[in-house]
């Protein structure tokens, strides 16, 4: 959680402190490693730095060393200290003089690793990474993968049970159904199962190599490294999660961990805390398009979806045009962007870049797998939401003279007006004024706070069982053999939305 006070005395201790964690975790190591490759021994300032740019990239959608990205002063301050944004406003003098120096100290001396362009007035400073310097880090991944001898998690205490981190400094405000949720998910243990682990290096490599031309994904490699950091792995002795954090809609989420880990991964390392019991998931079924139909008014289609729901079992066959195959991953991948207020312009690449991350074998996704995507079946749906998003361009929205707070279904907020204003402020392009941007992010911000109020009521309610993991729109309970089938049938007919489940094994 970040801070919200600077003390004089201790800002440059704090900020060293919080350095020092990025400098040695896996990602950290790793661009340490990829600068001797270039001649530069890089700080532990340094590597934080970059360590920013590459978040931003990731936030931003750019892959490493393909583009710039914009960041704030403010905010390059927030990732690189311990403390807020509010701290960068409030307490000017010691954190403007601080950032003077990471000028001097960062970005100019890197300026052949991090190239950067000149401020202007009204905006943003750019940063992008060298290609080369993305190739040792990857490499060094690789290599600390193969070693296995990188493991940075000395500093973590996984054997006390999970904080709550950012967003949840004032409980009062909060929906009792996220507070009683996540009293239940941070009291709940995991094992890493170390033994297997050790003996599974050829399993996970074949996970992680990209079947058609035989190379490892360095992203998805780079992905699983940071996400080990934040799990035991000496030996197999119970462990909880690290800290939940809470998202403007109410999502919850921890930094790294079980969440982070992908499917096939967690399902054969993370176990029960007594191997007798049975590892059972469950998820919202076809959850985040029968939300959009609500929220965008089309019954009818909802109807049909959970027709076919119940006699199909599935949605997934259903979708997209007869003629042209799409992997059901993909669809997944595609609808769950589009839900969530990606812009179909932007879908093609977030969608090739999540598949990439997944390993999908999916080949290129195009603007034509999009457009397949949503003939048939979701077609009233994609109209609805264009017609939707049209009406929250950021000029319509900034002359609106009433200011707009829309509520989602845990109650929590979304000021639309403030959210353009800041938006429209950040620079002087003049596309940002008839964006649809706002629009998506509040779109987004209903459906993860429908999803999120269907999962958190039945966690709150109806879960008294470990729970080993909490994915968004899901949860994997340890349970014994005798409650298994009990237990699925409590949480099916106690669901305010499908749910389905799957009994996991190794």
């Not at 750019?62 to 927030?78: A, E, H, K, S």
């Not at 490892?216 to 996400?227: C, G, P, Q, R």
């Amino acid at each position: 959680m970040k801070k919200t006070k600077i003390n004089c005395k201790t800002f440059i201790k704090e900020v060293t402190d919080y350095q020092n964690r990025i400098f040695y975790s896996n990602r950290g190591q790793c661009l340490y490693a990829a600068g001797l490759e270039l001649g530069v021994e890089l700080t532990a300032e340094q590597v934080s730095y970059i360590h920013a740019v590459m978040v931003v990239s990731d936030n931003n959608l750019i892959n490493y060393g393909m583009g710039f990205v914009d960041i704030p002063v403010r905010l390059l301050f927030t990732m690189i200290t311990p403390f807020s944004v509010n701290c960068y406003v409030k307490s000017t003098k010691i954190a403007q003089n601080y950032m003077a120096g990471v000028t001097d100290r960062c970005i100019i001396p890197l300026k052949d690793i991090i190239l950067f362009k000149s401020k202007y007035i009204g905006k943003c400073r750019k940063f992008a990474i060298l290609k080369e310097f993305v190739k040792h880090y990857f490499m060094a991944q690789y290599i600390n993968f193969e070693s296995t001898i990188l493991d940075t998690t000395e500093d973590w205490d996984f054997f006390k049970p999970a904080k709550k981190g950012f967003g949840f400094e004032n409980l009062s405000r909060l929906n009792s159904l996220t507070v009683q949720s996540v009293e239940k998910a941070k009291q709940s243990k995991f094992v890493f199962d170390t033994e297997m682990y050790s003996n599974s290096k050829e399993f996970i490599k074949e996970n992680l190599t990209v079947k058609h031309t035989g190379r490892i994904n360095m992203a998805a490699l780079d992905s699983l490294n940071n996400t080990l950091s934040f799990i035991y792995r000496k030996d197999s002795r119970p462990q909880y999660p690290t800290s939940y954090h809470l998202q403007d809609s109410g999502r919850v989420h921890t930094i790294g961990g079980c969440i982070q880990l992908p499917k096939w991964f967690r399902n054969k390392f993370i176990k029960g805390v007594e191997s007798s019991n049975v590892r059972v998931e469950f998820d919202l079924k076809c959850a985040q398009l029968l939300i959009l139909c609500d929220l965008l008014n089309q019954p009818k289609l909802k109807e049909k979806i959970l027709s076919i729901l119940e006699s199909e079992g599935s949605i997934w066959n259903s979708i997209g045009s007869k003629t042209s195959y799409i992997d059901k991953k993909v669809k997944k991948i595609i609808v769950y962007g589009f839900c969530f207020g990606a812009e179909l312009h932007s879908l093609p690449f977030l969608a090739n870049r999540e598949a990439t991350k997944l390993n999908l074998n999916s080949g290129t996704i195009t603007k034509k797998t999009i457009e397949s995507c949503f003939t048939g079946l979701l077609n009233p749906l994609l109209k609805a939401r264009e017609k939707w998003l049209a009406n929250y361009k950021t000029i319509n929205i900034i002359k609106n003279k009433e200011n707009q707070v829309v509520e989602n279904a845990l109650g929590y907020k979304f000021n639309v007006t403030k959210k353009a204003v800041e938006f429209y402020n950040e620079s002087t392009n003049s596309k940002k004024a008839n964006s649809t941007k706002i629009g998506s992010q509040l779109l987004a911000f209903l459906c993860q706070g429908q999803e999120q109020y269907y999962i958190q009521h039945l966690i709150a309610n109806h879960v008294n069982e470990n729970i080993l993991m909490w994915n968004y729109d899901g949860f994997v309970l340890e349970l014994s053999p005798d409650k298994v089938n009990a237990v699925i049938n409590h949480l099916l007919s106690s669901s305010l939305a499908p749910l389905e489940y799957e009994i996991l094994t190794d």
